[in-house]
């Protein structure tokens, strides 16, 4: 089996999506900091995309909250941090408890379509109980009206594919409150709901896996 295929390097010219791949790799693994610029030259000459892709990629990244742009100057600067995961799973959350209320059972969703993460062609991977849970996710949002489902799909499952990878995780110091046993009890739990018809525990059970895989911190304390 070839190994993977190096996160800078392309078989194929990348497309506008792909390359907003590739910038969202460049956070997972600190190439950017909070607070950088995004520079348009400086990635084009990296990822050898063109101008335009790079604009139409960082429209994407602007959409995903992980990148804004200043006033001003209209600079593109990063956004995304190592809590910032956390926002973004909130968000799915949030788009569960929508879909909770339109299904009785998983099988009465219809399947999405046999993929592989995002993270995988850029030699990254995802610890499985995060793989499981983004893929059910993607189950659970096929009852979702076209748009609010490809909203879910494009902003929140794509980015949180990379940026929730291993090396993301190792790289940013993101340990986990809880153990992956934990956390995939949990989402064995979530499956076991979907699948029976009993999507009203699916908001919280959620919620709960959340909070398992948000980084592990004391909490600040107050300044006298």
């Known amino acids: 089996m070839p190994n993977p295929m190096p996160a800078t390097t392309r078989a194929l010219r990348p497309t506008t999506h792909d390359t907003a791949e590739?910038?969202?790799v460049d956070l997972a693994t600190a190439r950017y900091a909070p607070g950088d610029?995004?520079?348009v030259d400086t990635i084009v000459?990296?990822?050898?995309?063109t101008p335009g892709e790079v604009h139409l990629a960082l429209f994407e990244l602007r959409r995903m909250k992980v990148v804004v742009r200043a006033p001003f100057?209209?600079?593109?600067?990063?956004?995304?941090?190592?809590?910032?995961?956390?926002?973004?799973?909130?968000?799915?959350?949030?788009?569960?408890?929508?879909?909770?209320?339109k299904a009785t059972s998983l099988e009465d969703v219809?399947?999405?379509?046999?993929?592989?993460?995002?993270?995988?062609?850029?030699?990254?991977?995802?610890?499985?109980?995060?793989?499981?849970f983004l893929d059910l996710a993607r189950a659970i949002v096929q009852v979702l009206s076209p748009a609010a489902r490809q909203h879910v799909l494009d902003d929140l499952l794509l980015p949180l594919e990379i940026l929730c990878s291993a090396r993301a995780v190792a790289v940013h110091d993101m340990r986990p409150a809880l153990g992956e046993t934990v956390r995939a009890a949990i989402v064995d739990l979530m499956e076991a709901a979907a699948h029976y018809g009993e999507w009203a525990q699916l908001p919280g059970l959620a919620s709960d896996y959340v909070t398992a895989l948000g980084v592990d911190e004391p909490p600040v304390r107050p300044v006298d």
Do not use: Q, Y
Not at 73 to 101: K, P, Q
Not at 110 to 132: K, Q, S
């Open 73 to 101: 100057s209209g600079a593109h600067v990063v956004v995304w941090h190592r809590r910032f995961n956390e926002v973004l799973l909130r968000d799915l959350v949030r788009m569960i408890s929508v879909a909770s209320t």
């Open 45 to 49: 000459r990296e990822h050898r995309v």
């Open 110 to 132: 219809p399947e999405p379509g046999v993929r592989r993460p995002a993270c995988t062609a850029h030699g990254l991977a995802l610890p499985a109980d995060v793989a499981h």
């Open 37 to 39: 610029s995004l520079d």
């Open 22 to 24: 590739l910038l969202l």
